[in-house]
């Protein structure tokens, strides 16, 4: 059976209590998937992408395939101390 894979860009900072997805990309070949997930990573400056599968095109069901996290990515903010 054909599965299909949809990327999830998150902006995270943990200063901020922060933890929003951003946009949704499918993955094409899921044999170069690493290469299209930094892609993705890199143009919504994500620090964390999570890849989902799914056995329909739609995606009604998913389940979380594997997590990606790029540290050049991360917040550089620092909690307000006041």
Known sequence: ?????????????????????MNEYPIDLPTEMEAQVKDFAKQDVAPLVRVYESETSDFK??????????????????????
Do not use: P
Request: net charge negative.
């Open 1 to 21: 059976m054909k599965k299909y894979y949809l990327a999830v860009t998150y902006d995270v900072c943990e200063h901020n209590d922060l933890f929003i997805d």
């Open 61 to 82: 069901n998913i389940t979380l395939h594997r997590e990606f996290t790029f540290k050049e990515y991360e917040c550089c903010c620092e909690s307000d101390s006041m």
